[in-house]
Antibody, heavy 121, light 108 residues
Framework: EVRLEQSGAEVKKPGESLKISCKGS????????IGWVRQMPGKGLEWMAI????????RYSPSFQGQVTISADKSINTAYLQWASLKASDTAIYYC??????????????WGQGTMVTVSS | SYELTQPPSVSVSPGQTARITCSGE??????AYWYQQRPGQAPVLVIS???ERPSEIPERFSGSSSGTTATLTISGVQAEDEADYYC???????????FGTGTKVIVL
């Protein structure tokens, strides 16, 4: 059974750094693209970035390029999303999700439970 | 940047057919994907590559695409189909992807 287990909720102050995680199990983590999706409170889904763990090839949405960094450690089957300096507007639920097939076939078939990030002074 | 436009809401009576459209300039050349999201839950893929339905998704869900518009059709709508629906596609191969603006399906 494919599972994506995300790290727990975070409460941070503006300007702080953060790294959230997503651990995959039940499949060969190295060879499946995995990505992150943002959902701000009461709003729609936003595609952020994806990574191929074996080789670390990445794709970013222009809206998030330079704002976040996606990475992966295939030795522990874990993907990450990190911020160097959080803003209040980063408050959202962040989902990790795994592609059904291979990029550029872009369907996210498996999803994590979501990580709530709250940024407030 | 690239945008996919959906109607904000679609209202339908139980047993009737709901059609949700997704408009985007690159859809003639790129696949569309569709997701269902119920409140407080993660999204679920309901249609892949314009019209492929995952095996676990009920047959009443179907997809099509023509020109710059992709369409998700829910035939014989049930109360449990009340949810937000999002399309997804890309502006070109291998670049990045975007989600549509989202459509709330209201079952009357």
């Amino acid at each position: 059974e494919v599972r994506l287990e995300q790290s727990g909720a975070e409460v941070k102050k503006p300007g702080e750094s953060l790294k959230i995680s997503c651990k995959g199990s039940g499949y060969n983590f190295s060879y499946k693209w995995i990505g992150w999706v943002r959902q701000m409170p009461g709003k729609g889904l936003e595609w952020m970035a994806i990574i191929y763990p074996d080789g670390s090839d990445t794709r970013y949405s222009p809206s998030f390029q330079g704002q976040v960094t996606i990475s992966a450690d295939k030795s522990i089957n874990t993907a990450y999303l990190q911020w160097a300096s959080l803003k209040a507007s980063d408050t959202a639920i962040y989902y990790c999700a795994r592609l059904r097939s291979s990029w550029p076939e872009a369907a996210f078939e498996f999803w994590g439970q979501g990580t709530m990030v709250t940024v407030s002074s | 940047s690239y945008e996919l436009t959906q109607p904000p809401s679609v209202s339908v009576s139980p047993g009737q057919t709901a059609r949700i459209t997704c408009s985007g300039e690159a859809l003639p050349n790129q696949y569309a994907y569709w997701y269902q999201q119920r409140p407080g839950q993660a999204p679920v893929l309901v249609i892949s590559k314009d019209s492929e339905r995952p095996s676990e998704i009920p047959e009443r869900f179907s997809g099509s695409s023509s020109g710059t518009t992709a369409t998700l059709t829910i035939s014989g709508v049930q109360a449990e189909d009340e949810a937000d629906y999002y399309c997804q596609s890309s502006p070109s191969s291998s670049s990045y992807a975007v989600f549509g603006t989202g459509t709330k399906v209201i079952v009357l």
